[in-house]
């Protein structure tokens, strides 16, 4: 059998990398080492162009507001077109609270209208009122006819609305998700996923990453089960924290 490699391509992890998101591309590659899978991690960063084909995951975690304007004006003049180009041949994208606002079409803040790469049928808008802060559980269904819960923390001043042709990732079953209203969080379009869990996200849910992994890998058959006691651990204290 020949050697299985995950290829990950990390999108600014010099400036989009806040509340250790970081941690999210360091459990992807313990996961891949425990079970013999190769692991090759790459980045793009300003002014680098991007080549669709050269990862299996593309990952945008979060930032602050500057370093968020930086990156969503070369996410439209630079990667745009090959992010696309991934999402068309039905690569995987995760992006996380900042990352994930950058995928709609647009994120307003006050008279400054920053644009999004329009993967997903959103928009957010910077609300006056309170930052939507605290832990958070959602019940997914990724695999169809089986539901499971992501949990994490979510922080964030801006208010995500999905279109009509947007899909939820889930349903919130504690804390305030896209814009503390409709019950909505996170976002997903086929392989593309966005999400205002942090935490990091993927240690705190381990099976998750093992999705990401799988589909990633195109392992139809699965995956190495691995002894998962201390991320069962983190997982259902993560649950514990949001109250689920």
Known sequence: MPERLLRVCALYPDLMNIYADRGNLLLLERRCHWRGINFELSASGLGDELDPDAADLYYLGGGQDRDQRL?????????????????????????????????????????????????IDAVTVRSDGPRLIGNVAIEVE???????????????????????????????????????????????????????????????????????????????????????????AAHADARRAAGV
């Open 71 to 119: 990156c969503a004006l070369d996410l439209a003049e630079t990667k745009q077109a090959a992010l696309h180009a991934v999402a068309a041949r039905g690569g995987l994208i995760l992006a996380v609270c900042g990352g994930y606002q950058l995928l709609g079409h647009s994120y307003q803040l006050g008279d400054e209208e920053l644009p999004g790469i329009g993967l």
């Open 142 to 232: 990724l695999d169809a006819g089986r539901r499971r819960v992501l949990a994490g923390f979510e922080n964030h001043g801006g208010r995500t609305h999905l279109g009509r042709s947007a899909q939820p990732l889930g349903r919130v079953l504690r804390g305030y998700g896209n814009n503390g209203r409709d019950g909505l969080e996170g976002a997903r379009a086929g392989n593309v996923i966005g999400t205002y869990l942090h935490g990091p996200l993927l240690p705190k849910n381990a099976w998750f990453a093992d999705w990401l992994l799988a589909t990633a890998l195109a392992a139809s058959e699965g995956l190495d089960p691995l002894a998962d006691a201390l991320e069962d």
